[in-house]
């Protein structure tokens, strides 16, 4: 089939990547000019394991092209999908500017037959402005579709090839079976459902997800309040399969470009609608409290934040990415700032980004885990790297005199830091 996608962030790299390689023609299109340009010379703008070697494949064997021209993305594509950001706006609702203003780009090239796909996350009844903008330009028969992502940044390809499930969203039986056809080669079950239930698929998954990881966060809370450990707490909870084991990991909260974003959204749109969803609220709460909690924890150690030197391993909001989105990592290190502490800081992929577009954070940047250690009285795990989680307590002792280890990812084992002579301060442990 003859592809269009629209949006060359993580979900329209990923998308155009895999269903070339799948042997669609495609087409990736994009108004940012330099990003095309850098996407023509084989660069990926963005880290995603996998990705590069997937996309310079395509593009080598002719079936993935990238241009800032609608025309031609669009004119002969059987499927376009449109996979542009939707940000949050001032009143935490979906900011569906570029989804509406990538309608408009290409409702004028439309061909006779084919499926708008919308795979940005939308509100419900988002796809029918969409049609109006669409309608008020073209005269051809085109059918519109939901298709929402599932994938993770660090895993997204993993993710895309075989996911749980394809939710597969439209009111047409011709699109869905076109769809259907499109995503033969990706493994998991196929939902067929109308578009509104599909946008509302999205939002409940992430949804539930965050709240999951606010659950855990809370209970973490109320496992230092009676000295429990909460890893023990919540693997007795995750065996039972009612309830399962993932997303109840404790930190110091989730962050990333789509849960903060969408549990606002979902808020808005209930608010909107007169529906109070007071759990997801709740968990929404507790995320924005949850940075507060783990300084306050750190502070019932160290009382004078305002002369410690505090390492903090990691900048990115998750491991496996360079993305700093809505990372935890970098309030936890504003607070600390605000109160008067002296940052060391490394994480392998991010930290460039964050010099260069966060100049605000007077962070003192080191290259390794051990020139941040070598520094500091505190040493703070903000992300889940692996290679923080295989950090060689030996080799810390060695090249530091640090007194605390406050591990905000619950990645170390408690009993090994404590035998290395650390102080080990975990969430909930
Ligand atoms: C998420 C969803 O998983 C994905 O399905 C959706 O399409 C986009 O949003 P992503 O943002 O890439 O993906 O990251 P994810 O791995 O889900 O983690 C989100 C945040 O939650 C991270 O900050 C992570 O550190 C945190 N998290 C996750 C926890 O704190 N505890 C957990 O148990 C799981």
């Known amino acids: 089939m003859k592809l269009a996608v629209i949006g060359t962030g993580y979900v329209g790299l990923v998308t155009s990547s895999v269903f070339a390689d799948f042997g669609n023609q495609v087409f990736g299109v994009d108004i940012d000019a330099d990003k095309i340009k850098t996407l023509k010379s084989g660069k990926v703008p963005l880290y995603e394991p996998g990705l590069s070697d997937l996309l310079i494949r395509n593009q080598t064997s002719g079936r993935l092209e990238f241009t800032t021209n609608y025309y031609q993305a669009v004119s002969e594509a059987d499927v376009v999908f449109i996979c542009v950001g939707t940000p949050s706006n001032a009143k935490g609702e979906a900011d569906l500017q570029y989804v509406f203003s990538a309608s408009q ?9 084919a499926v708008v796909v919308i795979k940005s996350t939308v509100p419900p009844g988002a796809h029918l402005k969409v049609k109006q903008i669409i309608d008020k330009v073209t005269q051809v028969k085109y059918f519109l579709a939901s298709v929402p992502e599932f994938l993770r940044e660090g895993s997204a390809i993993e993710d895309t090839l075989r996911p749980d499930r394809v939710v597969i969203g439209t009111n047409n039986r011709q699109a869905q079976k076109l769809l259907l056809d499109l995503h033969r080669p990706i493994n998991g079950k196929r939902i067929l459902t109308d578009i509104i239930s599909a946008q509302l698929i999205k939002y409940t998954a992430n949804a539930f997800l965050a709240s999951k990881i606010s659950f855990a966060n809370e209970v973490a809370r109320l496992c230092d309040a009676y000295g429990a450990d909460v890893m023990q707490v919540m693997k007795g ?26 549990v606002k959204a979902i808020l808005a749109f209930g608010r909107q609608q007169g529906v109070n969803l007071s759990v997801i609220n709740g968990a929404h709460l507790t995320n924005q409290t949850q940075v507060d909690y783990v300084i306050a924890k750190i502070n019932s150690y160290i009382p004078n934040l305002k002369a410690a030197k505090v390492g903090v391993l990691g900048l990115a909001f998750k491991g496996n990415t360079d993305d700093t989105r809505e990372s935890r990592a970098l309030l936890l290190i504003e607070a600390l700032l605000a109160k008067g502490s002296k940052i060391y800081a490394y994480d392998p992929m991010a930290a460039e980004y964050v010099q260069k577009f966060y100049p605000q954070l007077k962070i003192n940047y080191r290259s390794s885990w051990q020139d941040v250690a070598k520094d500091v009285e505190i040493l703070i795990i903000a992300t889940d790297w692996n290679e923080f989680k295989e950090l060689s307590l030996d080799e810390l002792g060695k090249v530091s005199n640090l007194k605390y280890i406050f591990d905000g990812r619950n990645i170390l084992n408690p009993d090994s830091v404590k035998q290395a002579g650390f102080k080990y301060i975990g969430v909930g442990r």
């Open 105 to 113: 780009s290409l409702a004028p090239h439309l061909k006779n037959g």
């Open 237 to 262: 909870v995750g065996e039972d399969k009612r309830i399962g084991k993932a997303f109840l990991h404790p930190g110091i909260g989730y962050g990333g470009s789509c849960f903060p974003k969408d």
